[in-house]
T-cell receptor, first 115, second 113 residues
Framework: DAGVIQSPRHEVTEMGQEVTLRCKPI?????LFWYRQTMMRGLELLIY????????DSGMPEDRFSAKMPNASFSTLKIQPSEPRDSAVYFC?????????????FGEGSRLTVL | GENVEQHPSTLSVQEGDSAVIKCTYS??????FPWYKQELGKRPQLIID?????GEKKDQRIAVTLNKTAKHFSLHITETQPEDSAVYLC????????????FGTGTRLTVIP
């Protein structure tokens, strides 16, 4: 398996523009997570899905952020409109199962810069 | 929600020395405590984890200890090598949703050759 695949790896955009980040989890994993990493706040959980259903989106900072998982092999995180303070590395991660713990497999991340 | 604090934020050691990184958590219901290593510009990767039914776990030069009463857990790296230089992230999960991880802010470890 190629692991968790994220795109784009780098995105530079101007304030007010829409940003869409994409993630393909590892085949067979049924939990998917979106994290944001900054120097100041570290890794923050934004939202996670189990069997394509959003379970907890309490970490989503504002209504400008939305996430979808239309099927088991694809998820998107959208920011509209983007702001400079959204600049961060966004990681997608997947795992097998919510019960009993388990390793999170992270993608390489999408580095977002909002000018 | 859970709050995980990690110390120190940076740590420099001489090659061959030991390194210890400490984390505290707030929610006594947390029962799963993994440690991730993140090399510069790379993804976090799991290096070791511990569950609340054990107090210590070892894997070669790496060990993790857990004190449930005090709500803290630590990562110990012995005989450090330059390739151990990275950011180390501790995490804790609440209750049975073991994959709902709350991360510490990370420790940047530098091993000086």
């Amino acid at each position: 398996d190629a692991g968790v695949i994220q795109s784009p790896r780098h995105e530079v955009t101007e304030m007010g523009q829409e940003v869409t980040l994409r993630c393909k989890p590892i085949s067979g994993h049924n939990s998917l997570f979106w994290y944001r990493q900054t120097m100041m706040r570290g890794l923050e959980l934004l939202i996670y899905f189990n069997n394509n259903v959003p379970i907890d989106d309490s970490g989503m900072p504002e209504d400008r952020f939305s996430a979808k998982m239309p099927n088991a092999s694809f998820s998107t995180l959208k920011i509209q409109p983007s702001e400079p303070r959204d600049s961060a590395v966004y990681f997608c991660a997947s795992s097998f199962g919510l019960q009993g713990g388990g390793e999170l497999f992270f993608g390489e991340g999408s580095r977002l810069t909002v000018l | 929600g859970e709050n995980v604090e990690q110390h120190p934020s940076t740590l420099s050691v001489q090659e061959g020395d030991s390194a210890v990184i400490k984390c505290t958590y707030s929610d006594s219901a947390s029962n799963y405590f993994p440690w991730y290593k993140q090399e510069l510009g790379k993804r976090p990767q799991l290096i070791i984890d511990i569950r609340s039914n054990v107090g210590e776990k070892k894997d070669q030069r790496i060990a993790v200890t857990l004190n449930k009463t005090a709500k803290h857990f630590s990562l110990h790296i012995t005989e450090t090598q330059p390739e151990d230089s990275a950011v180390y992230l501790c995490a804790a999960s609440i209750g049975t949703v073991a994959n709902n991880l709350f991360f510490g802010t990370g420790t940047r470890l530098t091993v000086i050759p």
